[in-house]
């Protein structure tokens, strides 16, 4: 039985075993009410941190933080990644540490696999071995409108081809593309949790390791960065668009994953198309989401083929090495003030034996939404619940969860559990500086007068209610909205749509 008091996000992590997302994480270091209950929950542990590659510069001054505090704590903290670079590597063993240097030795190495660790005091490196397969992939590019014809070209002759974008709206606009020539599966962040894990199921059924030549035939998967880590799939070839190397690499990783007995003619060997025409335009979403100068290293070093896993070191590190001219010297600066920003909301290092100041006096965040967004560089995104609001004035789940079942006024605790499910993160076209405040008073204007049974849930207790009606369509701030399981949220401008 699990005591209400420990169900809300505060006191959550006291539980014995915990599976969080990094922000709840970097939250360690956040200036904010009780923050001292996740370093009583986290500082008796052994703190499991996947994927630190992909964390930038802003939310890397909070992990640095969070793993000072940890070391202090001698609290045991295991980092993973396949492609970090050697500079940040070693960046986080001297944070956990508490020292300003390391011998340089340790970022010149560019063994692969390589373990690098502490006892506390002393920092050792050691090459493992590798014995699984060496794969080479040939490396080509191609532009946008290439896309249809090079995936026809395979799902004509019986493969499977992954296309990974960097934006959901360009996801979205490739899968409607594709769909008159392939089945596709359409995979991003935007989709309500139940969804999510039905089609992530999908994923691993149709394209994972024990997948069949029967289902992966003339399968198209289009998705955005969460098919680049963390999913055991397996591509016959990858169409990507430019992104970092290290992130390059990781989509990469997806292809040809396992050994198969027979793949089609046409892939009977590793291809990875890069779409070359979105990151040369200067106004592309690439270009806001990703640093020029990585972007623009990354596409100087691509090799016309890489050997995985033999190349994954020394291609990351010749693309984050340091350069002479005045791209770098922009991203560094750019590195510098989102450092800076983080310190507004950043604790303090530890300081001798006794923390209790540093932790009595948190700067207070207005609430759960803000104070995630503040370990992340700017606001970038906030969650809602996506429910159905019926022309009757009454509220359902959405017709694939739980059959569209009515919600009672005031749930018991496991429809409330339920209902909490059914979160989804907004774009990013919602969450700017600009026009955040705005939607988010919109959302509670519109939700509260509907929901105010919910709020002695813990579940359920602030949340934010995104309504649809009975066609799933609904409006904000001037955009209207349509979901739907085959493609997640998509939104239009009305002038648009006009």
């Not at 995985?308 to 090495?321: A, G, K, T």
């Not at 909301?345 to 967004?373: C, M, N, W, Y």
Request: aromatic share 8%; net charge negative; charged share 25%.
């Amino acid at each position: 039985i699990i005591h209400n008091w420990f169900c809300d996000s505060k006191k959550a992590c006291l539980a014995d075993f915990v599976t969080t997302t990094v922000d709840q994480m970097l939250m360690l270091a956040l200036k904010r009410k009780h923050v001292m209950l996740l370093h009583l929950g986290l500082s008796e542990k052994v703190v499991v941190i996947d994927e630190v590659h992909a964390y930038d510069a802003y939310m890397s001054e909070y992990l640095e933080m969070a793993l000072q505090w940890l070391g202090s704590y001698n609290t045991p903290v295991i980092l993973l990644s396949a492609t970090l670079p050697s500079a940040r590597r070693m960046s986080l063993i001297r944070a956990y540490l508490g020292i300003k240097k390391s011998d340089d030795k340790f970022e010149k190495e560019q063994g692969y696999p390589l373990l690098t660790w502490t006892d506390g005091k002393d920092i050792c490196q050691q090459r493992l071995s590798y014995d699984g397969v060496h794969k080479t992939v040939s490396v080509k590019t191609c532009v946008s409108d290439d896309v249809v014809q090079l995936v026809k070209n395979v799902t004509e002759n019986g493969g499977c081809v992954g296309v990974i974008v960097n934006t959901v709206r360009r996801a979205q606009m490739f899968a409607e593309l594709l769909q008159d020539n392939a089945k596709v599966l359409l995979y991003h962040a935007q989709f309500v949790l139940p969804d999510r894990a039905k089609k992530e199921k999908q994923l691993v059924d149709l394209v994972g390791k024990n997948s069949t030549p029967e289902s992966r035939s003339g399968l198209v998967v289009v998705g955005t960065q969460v098919l680049e880590q963390s999913l055991d799939i397996d591509f016959d070839m990858l169409i990507t668009d430019m992104c970092p190397m290290d992130l390059l690499l990781q989509r990469m990783g997806r292809l040809q994953r396992h050994e198969r007995g027979v793949r089609p003619d046409t892939v009977k060997t590793p291809v990875c198309y890069v779409i070359t025409d979105e990151y040369t335009n200067m106004e592309s979403a690439s270009r806001k989401i990703y640093s020029h100068w990585l972007i623009n290293k990354t596409a100087d070093t691509l090799p016309d083929s890489i050997t995985l896993p033999d190349d994954i070191s020394p291609l990351v590190q010749e693309v984050y090495s340091a350069t002479s001219d005045e791209c770098y010297d922009k991203y560094i600066n750019e590195q510098k003030k989102s450092k800076s920003r983080a310190d507004c909301f950043r604790i303090s290092k530890p300081k001798g034996k006794s923390i209790h100041g540093l932790l009595s006096k948190p700067v207070e965040t207005a609430d759960e939404q803000l104070a995630q967004a503040a370990v992340r560089d700017g606001i970038s995104s906030f969650d809602v619940l996506l429910m159905q609001l019926r022309s009757d004035g009454s509220i359902h789940f959405l017709p694939d969860q739980y059959g569209g079942a009515e919600v009672s006024e005031c749930p018991d605790d496991e429809e409330c559990r339920r209902i909490a499910e059914q979160k989804l993160r907004l774009p990013t076209m919602f969450c700017q500086s600009w026009n955040i405040d705005k939607n988010i008073r919109e959302l509670k204007n519109n939700c509260m007068k509907y929901i105010a049974g919910w709020q002695n849930s813990p579940w359920l207790k602030n949340q934010l209610v995104l309504f649809l009606d009975e066609d799933l369509k609904g409006e904000l701030n001037g955009y209207d909205l349509h979901y739907s399981f085959e493609k997640g949220l998509e939104f239009t401008k009305k002038e648009e749509c006009e």
